[in-house]
């Protein structure tokens, strides 16, 4: 998906003049091969060829696993990096990742791609234009039509690290508040495995900002309405709901009602296309020295501090601080 993204934005750039130009990698050699001589780009066999071929930025779309070295590996070559939600597995992972970047004046953008949605961006405008009054009640959705093979759950981290912490992101990027309190709660109705790998399917978390404001965070692997992902912001003067269209994954009970008329999204490449090549133009243009970082590394690792105690306050039952943020 971000390499057919890079290659379609010398259609977008053209009029500057840029000619963007792509080169792979991949563990799964044939498979990049492939996707390679499809859009007329490089194949390198290594990441080591890859970054002594003169890049002039490294997008990384790998396992979570791997990011802290392909981040370090990045920084070291001197070019600036895209890298993929998370950071690292967890946030003690991230933090020497985070110091490692600094130390170097790296430039490092994290791939938290709901920050380009027109929807989000619309509510975050309106919530700063003071439209919406204060606000007093955040509910965010993120429901997945199926599961992902349970071979990736077993090294995901668990759903809210996964999934969840999207919408942990989008909540402190719309409000400029810090989350300081998750209480969460999960279950599993599916697939057995799920849970014999150390997962829930289906969880909830309450969380609590530093103003007192409360929200709630719901994700699912079962939902088999279609790709769900919605935010409603209830404030003293308006009310808005992000996601709500005509391919949303739900129905009325209503009589009468046809709304939503289309058919839903299937997957979040669906659901977030003109995001996600938002996200890599972006990129783009803080390699040209354009535009500031839009997700910093630090922008992440906050997230994943309140993913982190979510799956903590999971393990064991009661509600969790979050520890304090590192600096925006």
């Not at 750039?13 to 130009?21: K, Q, S, T, Y």
């Not at 050699?29 to 080591?48: I, M, N, S, W, Y």
């Not at 509510?123 to 700063?128: I, P, Q, T």
């Not at 999207?166 to 057995?192: C, M, Q």
């Amino acid at each position: 998906m971000h390499a057919n993204n890079i290659a379609t934005l010398n259609g977008a750039l053209n009029p500057e003049g840029i000619n963007v130009r792509l080169r792979l990698t991949d563990v799964a050699q044939d498979h990049a091969r492939t996707v390679a001589a499809g859009l007329g780009a490089e194949f390198l066999p290594t990441v080591e060829a890859l970054l002594a071929s003169g890049l002039d930025g490294l997008v990384v779309a790998t396992g979570t696993g791997t990011h802290p070295e392909l981040i370090k590996a990045g920084v070291d070559a001197g070019i600036p990096v895209f890298c993929e939600k998370p950071v690292a597995m967890d946030v003690a992972d991230a933090l020497p990742v985070l110091e490692y970047i600094r130390d170097r004046q790296g430039v490092v953008q994290i791939g938290h791609q709901r920050r380009f949605d027109a929807g989000y961006l619309e509510a975050r405008r309106a919530y700063e234009a003071g439209e919406l009054g204060w606000i007093h009640s955040l509910r965010a959705v993120t429901c997945d039509m199926a599961p992902p093979p349970v071979e990736f759950l077993a090294s995901s981290g668990g759903l809210f690290r996964d999934c969840s912490v999207h919408d942990f992101d989008i909540l402190r990027w719309l409000t400029g508040r810090e989350i300081v309190e998750v209480y969460a709660k999960g279950s599993n109705n599916g697939d057995p495995a799920i849970a014999a790998v150390g997962d829930v399917d289906t969880a909830l978390a309450l969380v609590t900002f530093d103003d007192g404001t409360v929200g709630t965070v719901s994700a699912t692997r079962y939902n088999g309405a279609g790709h769900d992902v919605r935010l409603e912001i209830q404030g003293s003067r308006r009310s808005l709901l992000v996601g709500l269209d005509d391919k949303a994954a739900l129905a009325s009970a209503e009589p009468g009602i046809g709304f939503p008329a289309g058919e839903p999204h299937r997957t979040f490449a669906e659901r977030f296309d003109a995001a996600y090549r938002d996200e890599m133009a972006a990129f783009v243009e803080l390699i040209l020295g354009r535009r500031d970082n839009p997700c910093t590394p630090e922008d992440a690792v906050a997230a994943s501090r309140v993913a982190d105690a979510a799956q903590e306050s999971l393990a064991t039952g009661v509600a969790v601080k979050v520890a304090v943020s590192v600096a925006r």
